[in-house]
C-alpha cells in the first residue's frame, strides 16, 4: 500500500511507476498513523514498513514494524525512523534487503558447518582416532578458515556496481 498526504493524480503516477496498486493518497498525520497501526496488527498482513521524510510522516514511523526515513529528510524522521538510507535512492533499501538475506544465509551456514566439524572432531576423538592435539588443531584451523571466508563480499560484484 502507498500512503501519502500528496493529491491523488501525484500518487496515481508515482505507484503506477513502482508498481503499487493500493493507493491511499490525502492522507492527515493521523489517517497514516490508523493504515499502519491496523497493517500491523494484522497478522496477514506481515512486517509493516513506513517509508518518510517529513515531520508529518514521524508519527507513522514509530508505529510501523520498521520505519525508513531518507537522509534529505526531517530530523525528527530520521531520528524516530530504525533505518535512514544515506542516498536519496530508495532502490537502496532492495540492496539492504540482499545484504540482510546474504548475510542470515552465511549465519545459518556457518553454523551448520561449525557444529557439524566440531561433532566429528568430538566423535573421533572419544572414539581414539585422533589425538586432542590433533583435534585441537584441526579446529583452530576451521575457525580461521570460516572467519577468512566470511570477510568475502556478501553481494556479487554486479549487486554492488548497480
Known amino acids: 500500500s502507498m500512503l501519502t498526504g500528496d493529491k491523488r493524480s501525484s500518487a496515481a503516477i508515482i505507484a503506477s511507476e513502482v508498481g503499487i496498486d493500493d493507493v491511499h493518497a490525502e492522507l492527515f498525520p493521523e489517517d497514516k498513523v490508523t493504515a499502519v497501526t491496523t497493517a500491523t496488527v494484522t497478522p496477514s498482513r506481515g512486517v509493516t514498513m513506513m517509508v518518510g521524510d517529513g515531520v508529518n510522516d514521524s508519527p507513522a514511523l514509530s508505529e510501523a ?3 525508513v526515513a531518507i537522509n534529505t529528510g526531517a530530523a525528527i524522521a530520521r531520528e524516530i525512523a530504525d533505518i535512514t538510507v544515506a542516498a536519496g535512492d530508495l532502490y537502496e533499501l532492495v540492496t539492504l534487503r540482499q545484504l540482510s538475506t546474504a548475510l542470515m544465509a552465511r549465519i545459518h551456514r556457518n553454523y551448520r558447518f561449525i557444529v557439524g ?3 566429528m572432531l568430538i ?4 572414539g581414539g582416532i585422533i589425538q586432542p592435539t590433533t583435534s585441537a588443531l584441526l579446529h583452530n584451523m576451521s575457525t580461521l578458515g570460516i572467519s ?3 570477510m568475502t563480499d556478501l553481494l556479487p560484484e554486479k549487486a554492488e556496481e548497480e
Open 148 to 150: 577468512l571466508k566470511s
Open 117 to 119: 566439524f566440531n561433532l
Open 123 to 126: 566423535l573421533l576423538g572419544v
Open 65 to 67: 514494524s520498521v520505519g
